[in-house]
């Protein structure tokens, strides 16, 4: 219940228990040259950040791990091109992004309708250990915008910082905190009625 029901209920709280997300971007020229200790260390720096944002477009957690995977390979293949620009995030974002679209329109494309997963059915989200933890995280996925539930995964899930969040989404920190603060209200209004608070 510590992940989001600390988030939820006392609202200005903010957490110590992550560690600041410091990317080198030298990373990348390390892995464009084959160096698999680098590709080890930066997956294992940024997994939970991917899985996070990946999570809030897809809302379903194989669909999400098949699209982190994809990620991972891409970022690797790609790891070549990456200009540094001071932003390591905003890239991955942005390939994370764009596969999880791909994914979508691949869905919507064989299914002819797109629809959420019964997300009761899949209790199987890999960081999320706490049940209560997991119906507040359902909630957020089924009641929040895509904005909204993106902004809070990366505060809740990878520890971000709003201005980070604000960096890596391109997005002003006032917008940030705006759908952060917006996304809470609704969270914490539909947990209320449904009585899990």
């Known amino acids: 219940m510590n992940l989001f029901l600390n988030m ?18 030298a990373i990348f020229s390390r892995i464009a040259a084959a160096d698999m200790a680098a590709f080890e260390e930066f997956y294992r720096l940024t997994e939970r950040t991917v899985y996070a944002f990946v999570l809030s477009t897809l809302k379903n957690h194989d ?3 098949d699209v982190v995977q994809d990620t991972y390979l891409k970022i690797r293949a790609a790891a070549h091109l990456y200009q540094p620009m001071g932003k390591p995030m905003a ?4 390939i994370a992004r764009n596969l999880s679209i791909s994914k979508l329109r691949f869905k919507q494309k064989n299914d002819n309708s797109i629809e959420v997963t019964d997300l009761e059915n899949d209790m199987n989200f890999s960081y999320i250990t706490d049940n209560e933890d997991r119906l507040v995280l359902q909630a957020a ?7 909204e539930t993106e902004i809070i ?17 391109d997005m002003k920190l006032s917008t940030v905190l705006s759908k952060y603060h917006r996304g809470l209200k609704k969270l914490k209004k539909y947990l209320t009625e449904q009585e899990v608070l």
């Open 153 to 169: 995964l990366l505060h809740a899930i990878s520890g971000f910082t709003h201005r980070e969040i604000a960096s890596n989404l």
């Open 91 to 94: 890239w991955v974002f942005t």
């Open 63 to 65: 669909d999400a791990l």
């Open 141 to 147: 996925l089924k009641i929040l915008s895509d904005e």
């Open 8 to 25: 939820v209920v006392p609202e200005n709280i903010e957490s110590d228990k992550y560690q600041k997300l410091i990317i080198d971007e």
